[in-house]
């Protein structure tokens, strides 16, 4: 078997061409911002973004230049409001957009993974969204004859995943939220994992359960400690909602984020040493508020 | 009037009396958490909160800031994925859906995807989210607006989420599964769409017609007799009030 531990500059450098499609996983939690860091340290253009909830990661990755096209349901900084790179981005026609809903695109993403090339569903009909930006088409079901929507199954050439726990082998754990993590791993013809603690395989075997892609679907997995900072992890670290409220005010203005993406990424050799930029004690604070203590679970 | 309750815990404490116990309800973010968390601590302890990032029967121990927030995990029933909520949804299980949008109209159509024209908007939102599929499966849905007028429009720029079902805009033969938008909430008052439209229905105490209707830019139809509701009872005026102050912010 080809060695799937790698580090996260070269499975970034492997699986994440220009251009690629890119399923993003997390919701709420694990959301893999490390991975995004180095894609922006690699300078990835075109890229078409998808998830169904997503996030800040987008509107950083739209900030830096990376995207060509976003595919999502909602595309905001939860809690706090709009993301403000991808709306100058919209306003200025520089990006593409797909609206979707999170039902839609999770269903888009299980369809994927079912290997079927559509799902019918009753949500999509009425209103704008149905014929603002999407594809999708009336259907009718050939047992009762209800009238459904169509929507496409959608195939990632690559997801981006963060989780707990992972062997060598690639099989990676999730503890907490799910969200669409795992339809759109699952769906994805690559999968590059990012995990706070690589473990034995022994350890894996010991709660299987808890595995959501298996190593065989997995292209890479990096040990990067923090690497969903400034979203959570269940067992590791709380959510940093102050870096949310911050990147309110910061992604306002588009030079100061330039500066801002810049000195905190671009500059910085890896994930490890923007880390080491934070404010002091930030990091213990967030280990405290870590959750549940997984170390006694199994 | 209870003279020392601010407005946002009126609002949270007369949008908490629309849920009642043993209802199962898909919660959005802001105002329709607070008055769901409100409902279950008052009156409602066997209320069943569902978030969309997949956690069911959640007791938040504080307001969550987003829908995948720790706070939503830390006290729940079940962890799911967005497809086993959306699924449990989609089969009519979900009794309410509570929504919020940037806008809503007479029909009771919801906002949340631009200002303006959507290929060149004025302003970019941030879309449905969970939201048009909450309005099209939710059996019911109540929505929960605070009193500003500039997000009461006659016709919405944007239908991210229908709201009555005119079928104007729907496919052919398509009907939505639920019963679509029933009440409408703000802090000054109640409305209902019994008139075919946003319809006055009652007001807040101390809130007269003037101020429940104020610059809202069309003429509002009044239910034949507009009613006045109770007075927030003390006990859920405080843990609106303690709810309200935790999430730190104005709704």
């Known amino acids: ?298 | 009037m209870t003279a020392e309750l601010s407005e946002s815990a009126r609002f949270v404490g007369l949008a908490a009396r629309e849920i009642m116990d043993g209802q199962v309800c898909f919660v959005g973010i802001g105002v329709p958490s607070l008055a769901a968390m409100a409902a279950k601590r008052h009156h409602a302890p066997d209320m069943v909160l569902v978030y969309e990032s997949g956690a069911v029967d959640s007791d938040p121990p504080v307001p969550p800031l987003s829908t995948g927030s720790p706070t939503v995990v830390a006290n729940t029933s079940m962890v799911t994925s967005c497809l086993g909520v959306f699924a449990m949804l989609q089969q009519g299980y979900l009794d309410r859906g509570l929504l919020s949008a940037a806008q809503v109209d007479r029909f009771g159509n919801l906002n949340s995807t631009v200002i303006g024209d959507y290929a060149k908007p004025k302003v970019r939102m941030v879309g449905s989210g969970g939201a048009h599929d909450i309005a099209l499966l939710a059996r019911e849905v109540i929505i929960m607006m605070p009193h500003d007028p500039r997000r009461f429009v006659p016709e919405v720029d944007f239908i991210t989420s229908p709201g009555l079902w005119s079928g104007e805009k729907g496919p052919e033969g398509r009907r939505p599964r639920g019963r679509g938008p029933t009440c409408l909430m703000t802090p000054r008052a109640r409305f209902t769409f019994a008139a075919g439209e946003l319809t006055l229905d009652a007001l807040a105490d101390g809130v007269g017609e003037d101020e429940a209707l104020e610059g809202i830019r069309w003429e509002v139809p009044r239910a034949s007799t507009v009613r006045r509701l109770p007075p927030i009872e003390p006990k859920l005026a405080a843990i609106a009030t303690e709810l309200v102050e935790s999430w730190g912010a104005a709704l």
């Open chain 1, 1 to 298: 078997m080809t060695k799937k531990l790698i580090g996260l500059k070269e499975a970034v450098s492997l699986y994440i061409p220009d251009g690629a499609t890119v399923f993003v996983g997390g919701f709420g939690q694990c959301i893999p911002f490390a991975t995004a860091h180095e894609i922006i340290r690699q300078q990835r253009k075109d890229l078409v973004l998808c998830r169904s909830g997503a996030d800040i990661l987008f509107d950083l990755l739209i900030a830096a230049g990376c995207v060509r096209k976003v595919v999502f349901g909602y595309l905001g900084n939860p809690g706090v409001g709009l993301a403000h790179a991808y709306r100058r981005a919209v306003e200025a026609g520089e990006i593409e957009t797909e609206d979707w809903t999170n039902f839609a695109m999770v269903l888009r993403l299980h369809a994927g993974a079912l290997g079927v090339p559509f799902l019918p569903t009753a949500t999509l009909a009425g209103g704008d969204t149905p014929n603002a930006s999407i594809d999708i088409r009336p259907v009718t079901c050939p047992f009762t004859g209800e009238p459904l929507t169509a929507v496409p199954a959608l195939r990632p050439d690559v997801a981006i995943i963060h989780g707990q726990f992972a062997d060598e082998d690639g099989n990676v754990q999730m503890y907490g939220l799910p969200g669409d993590t795992v339809d759109g791993a699952l769906a994805s013809e690559n999968v590059v994992a990012t995990v706070e603690r690589i473990v034995s395989r022994e350890e894996i075997r010991s709660r299987p359960e808890r595995t959501i892609v298996p190593g065989f679907r997995v292209a890479a997995v990096c040990h990067v400690p923090w690497g969903a900072h400034p979203s959570y992890v269940e067992g590791f670290y709380g959510r940093d909602d102050a870096a949310y409220s911050a990147w309110d005010q910061l992604a306002r203005d588009a030079k100061k984020l330039t500066e801002w993406i810049d000195a905190e990424i671009r500059r910085v050799p890896e994930f490890g040493a923007y880390l080491k930029r934070l404010e002091p004690g930030l990091l213990e604070a967030l280990a405290a508020a870590r959750g549940r203590n997984l170390e006694t679970l199994s």
